[in-house]
């Protein structure tokens, strides 16, 4: 089995305008997909993010650290949550993917893990846990796996062992997919997609005291040299 991560793409405003009944029952749907995965085999982990305009951007511009507060909704959508699956093919990883309950104008992509583990309590102990995604920018995917290679081979070793909970690294965009709501049925599209400014190339979870000091941390590693980090809470159940 060759692991994926099924990332769902909230269109943000239309999640921020939908009645507290609708949105409650959007959670219990998204909580029964997992469940079956999970009673499936196939899941190794999931989370909801909290909304983008909580988090925090982290990038070194012309030798600064650079803070940005959110929203950071990139064509109009946000990485609102994650299920990391097992699937034999990217084809059956797609199948799974077009079950992941979302709204009509959020997106679904389907990118092969590289590599990665999470700790199995990762969600054991009270605190707060945070979701660092690793983001790159280039003109063509052939630069950006550059970028990511730099970034990957720069840090490796410098994770704080009290704070860090495991994480992954993504293929390139090129090897996955994208899942859109088309009139009443749902599209697949084969990637790259680089339309957006900054690609996620990985995702790694810190559990911390606050934002403040994840800000602080990122902000001296070569992730914000090469790229940015966008770090963002978990929503604990």
């Known amino acids: 089995m060759t692991e994926y ?22 959670i219990e749907e998204t909580a029964t997909y997992a469940n079956e995965l999970r009673r499936g085999g196939r899941l190794t982990d999931r989370a909801r993010l909290r909304p983008s305009k909580e988090g925090k951007r ?27 699956v097992r699937a034999a093919t990217l084809d059956e990883a797609t199948e799974l993917a077009t079950r992941a309950p979302a709204l009509p104008t959020d997106a679904i992509d389907v990118r092969p893990v590289m590599k990665g583990a999470v700790r199995a309590d990762k ?11 690793v983001l790159g920018r280039a003109e063509t995917e052939e630069a950006w796996l550059e970028v990511m290679d730099r970034i990957d081979e720069e840090t490796r070793g410098c ?7 495991g994480g992954l690294r993504l293929e ?12 009443d049925g749902r599209a697949t599209f084969d990637g ?23 800000v602080r941390w990122a902000g001296e590693t070569p992730f914000v040299t090469h790229g940015a980090l966008e770090i963002r809470e978990l929503w604990r159940t």
């Open 172 to 183: 390139p965009p090129g090897h996955g997919r994208r899942i859109a709501t088309r009139g």
């Open 192 to 214: 790259p997609f680089l339309e957006s400014k900054e690609v996620i190339g990985g995702l790694f979870f810190l559990r911390v005291t606050s934002i403040e000091d994840a």
């Open 123 to 133: 969600e054991a102990k009270p605190g707060k846990i945070f979701a660092v995604a």
């Open 159 to 165: 994770f704080p062992e009290e704070w860090f909970l």
């Open 58 to 84: 982290v990038c070194r511009r012309g030798g600064h650290v650079e803070v940005r507060d959110g929203p950071f909704a990139e064509e109009g959508k946000a990485l609102g949550g994650y299920h990391w």
């Open 5 to 26: 991560l099924v990332m769902t793409l909230e269109d943000e405003n239309a999640h921020a305008s939908q009645s507290p009944k609708a949105m409650s029952e959007l």
